[in-house]
């Protein structure tokens, strides 16, 4: 057998392999994608869960705006105290550290205290169905309309529909406010994760309206805002809201509510 | 006219997806939104007319004159790989968010049976330069056209719920390139 069978063919691959190499390598010179050496160390202390919490496109996106000193590295909700912490020291400078918070659905809306005004079947999006005639399937057009389109954007997979009704995972959710921006009803808040109470309704119908709609709904009788002596709870727009800043877990609003809209959560962190 | 011909061909009658079933994988696999269904046909499309003139050099100026005809898969694939390299960094440095978007399907385009097919069907059909370079760009803009009318379909597809359970996702998609590719037998007639 003749050895120049074997080398021509290897030679002229090679050859080809090393012409085409070439040319990549100038064309990584050319189109060389500059990182800053801060941006990466930044990088790896981020979450990597590209939520977009922060409005940037991606944790990547983040670390760029925080290296050229666009945005606070605490703007990252999603990470601990000590990551954040880190990310001051890549950059030299002091970085405060925001509270933890928590998305909370301010509905209780379930398949068995919300009145059904159809039978649904429709969209299986809450973007889509909130926008046509009629607006999903419960009398109260305030409550979660319990398709999960939260459940769907949530990447940490903190969000479940339970009975009809959007819940957090307290544990999981990280406050990236996915959610909250994506809900086309806005009954979904962050509220810091320590809180304790939290009202579970966001129904401006008139009392009996909301009453006769769902059976926990807030009917905006005010005997939680007269009752608390933290002067926590004020009234806006009909709904009862609780200032958790101001709140001392006393318990009386869950205990006075006359529908049960006030309920004690699990509070984290 | 024959090069208006050929590529009217190779886009609509011999189309690449639809007809000659090749490059299912990214056909599938990016056509869940239009928008990034665009940018992959536009990444084929580059690839695939680089690579048509390219490969063809290599296979009339040195295969040929080497007797190395043999080598042609290997030396192609080469080719391709190169020019896919080349689009990945182009991408990265242009667009970071088709790059994030298009996601492993980008280097996954050497793999593009479309893009060895284009150079493969150039070479047997001894097309000159003129010609191949006409039939890449034609074959790819028909993966462009098939894979972007199939994602829009998709979109609608994935609001409807009337779609019995066991067909949703992949299923009806699916049943849906078939569809499409039982309507592209409609061009058959184009060109006598």
Not at chain 1, 175 to 182: I, K, L, N, P, Y
Not at chain 2, 42 to 54: C, H, P, Y
Not at chain 2, 75 to 99: G, N, T, W
Not at chain 2, 126 to 138: A, F, I, K
Request: net charge neutral; aromatic share 6%.
């Amino acid at each position: 057998m003749d050895i120049t069978s074997i080398l021509y063919p290897a030679a002229a691959i090679s050859g080809l392999g090393l012409v085409f190499g070439a040319g990549l390598g100038f064309a990584a010179q050319k189109f060389a994608v500059e990182v800053d050496e801060k941006v990466e160390m930044i990088l790896e202390k981020l979450p990597g869960a590209n939520c977009g919490g922060c409005g940037y496109a991606g944790c990547e996106a983040f670390a760029n705006a925080v290296a050229e000193g666009q945005i606070e590295p605490s703007c990252c909700f999603v990470n601990d105290a000590e990551s954040t912490k880190a990310i001051g020291s890549i950059l030299g400078k002091e970085v405060k550290v925001l509270e933890r918070q928590r998305a909370m659905v301010a509905c209780r809306g379930t398949d068995e205290n919300a009145k059904e005004k159809n039978l649904y079947y429709g969209i299986t999006d809450c973007r889509d169905a909130a926008l046509i005639p009629g607006g999903g399937s419960k009398s109260c057009s305030y409550g979660c309309l319990g398709l999960g389109s939260c459940v769907e954007v949530c990447v940490f997979g903190a969000m479940s529909i339970k009975d009809g009704v959007a819940v957090v995972d307290p544990e999981k959710c990280t406050a990236c406010g996915t959610c909250v921006r994506t809900c086309p009803k806005h009954i979904i808040h962050l509220i810091p994760a320590k809180s304790t109470y939290h009202v579970n309704c966001m129904s401006e119908d008139k009392g009996k309206d909301a009453k006769s709609n769902c059976k926990v709904a807030c009917i905006g009788c005010g005997i939680c805002v007269r009752n608390c002596e933290a002067k926590a709870i004020t009234m806006k727009n009909k709904v009862a809201c609780i200032d958790n800043n101001i709140c001392v877990d006393c318990g009386v609003c869950e205990e006075k509510c006359p529908t049960k809209a006030i309920t004690q959560i699990k509070s984290v962190g | 006219m024959d090069l208006l011909l050929l590529f009217l061909g190779a886009m609509l009658v011999n189309n690449f997806v639809l007809t000659r079933f090749l490059g299912i994988c990214p056909f599938l696999g990016v056509s869940k939104k239009v928008e990034t269904a665009v940018g992959m046909g536009m990444a084929v499309t580059f690839v695939m007319a680089l690579a048509s003139v390219i490969t063809h050099l290599v296979h009339k100026l040195l295969l040929v004159p080497a007797k190395l005809e043999y080598l042609y898969t290997i030396a192609f694939i080469l080719v391709i790989a190169s020019l896919v390299q080349l689009v990945e960094m182009v991408i990265q440095k242009s667009s970071p968010s088709l790059y994030a978007a298009l996601g492993v399907f980008l280097p996954l385009i050497t793999t593009n049976c479309a893009v060895l097919g284009v150079a493969i069907i150039n070479m047997q059909e001894e097309y000159t330069l003129m010609e191949s370079l006409v039939h890449g760009v034609g074959g790819a803009l028909g993966f462009t056209i098939a894979i972007v009318l199939f994602a829009g379909i998709r979109e609608r597809l994935d609001t409807n719920i009337n779609i019995p359970e066991a067909l949703k996702g992949l299923p009806i998609a699916l049943i849906t390139a078939g569809f499409m590719a039982t309507a592209f037998l409609g061009f058959q007639g184009l060109i006598s």
